[in-house]
């Protein structure tokens, strides 16, 4: 039975907290009879959290695998994120092993090609077909499946940091409450934590 593979990350934007990169399994059969849109999977972004929160559990049972990576504030710092999406992301189709895969591509244009071609060759498979697209997450539910499980995750996450850290808001620069926080935070501690992406613009605007 043929497998469909939908890549898609969340956290990618902000200033705090790790990078999430989820990888949703589905057969064929069931992608093509639209079992992910009777569920009402959708662009993450789109959903409420409650609403999304009820149905990733409803995901994983019609899934034939699904995986998420974390990847750290540290490591964005260090490597180029693009980077690190096309490493990770030829790391889930390796994990996986499917027939196709389909991702939310963080570049257009003519990168997407290139793009693609750079995960493909870290791929086990070679003859295995990468399709890629800027908002994918948005028009192919495989793809929106994996963006809802790395949305959620990330949002767990982010409930445990601010036990330790405080309500530092949504973690995203166009978020008021995020700016103050960084900006209470540097003003008290003189140091960045290591939940902060030490080289984001937005720390130099501070």
């Keep these: 039975m043929d497998k469909i593979l939908g890549i898609d990350e969340a956290g990618r934007g902000c200033v705090i907290g790790p990078l999430f990169l989820g990888g949703f399994l ?11 849109n009777d569920l009402g999977v959708t662009d ?3 959903l409420v959290a409650k609403k999304r929160e009820s149905i990733v559990g409803e995901i994983k049972k019609i899934a034939h695998g699904y995986k998420v990576i974390k990847i750290s504030p540290t490591d964005i710092d260090k490597y180029s994120i693009n980077n690190l999406e096309i490493k990770h992301s030829a790391n889930l189709i390796n994990h996986f092993l ?6 939310d591509a963080p570049v257009s244009g003519g990168g997407i090609k290139k793009y693609c071609a750079s995960i493909g ?3 086990l498979n070679k003859d295995h077909k990468i399709i890629g697209a800027n908002k994918m ?7 929106a499946a994996a963006s809802i499980l790395a949305k959620s995750e990330r949002e767990k996450h982010v409930k445990i940091l601010k036990k330790t850290y405080g309500d ?5 620069p166009s978020d008021e409450s995020t700016i103050n926080w960084l900006k ?3 003003a008290k501690k003189g140091e960045w934590p290591i939940i902060v992406r030490k080289k984001w613009q937005t720390l ?3």
């Design 26 to 36: 589905i057969s064929e059969e069931d992608y093509l009879i639209d079992k992910l």
């Design 44 to 46: 993450s972004k789109l």
């Design 98 to 103: 499917p027939h196709r895969t389909y991702l």
């Design 121 to 123: 060759s870290f791929c």
């Design 137 to 143: 997450d948005s028009h192919n539910v495989a793809v």
């Design 168 to 172: 530092f808001g949504s973690g995203y």
């Design 184 to 186: 209470w935070w540097k």
């Design 204 to 206: 130099n605007n501070i």
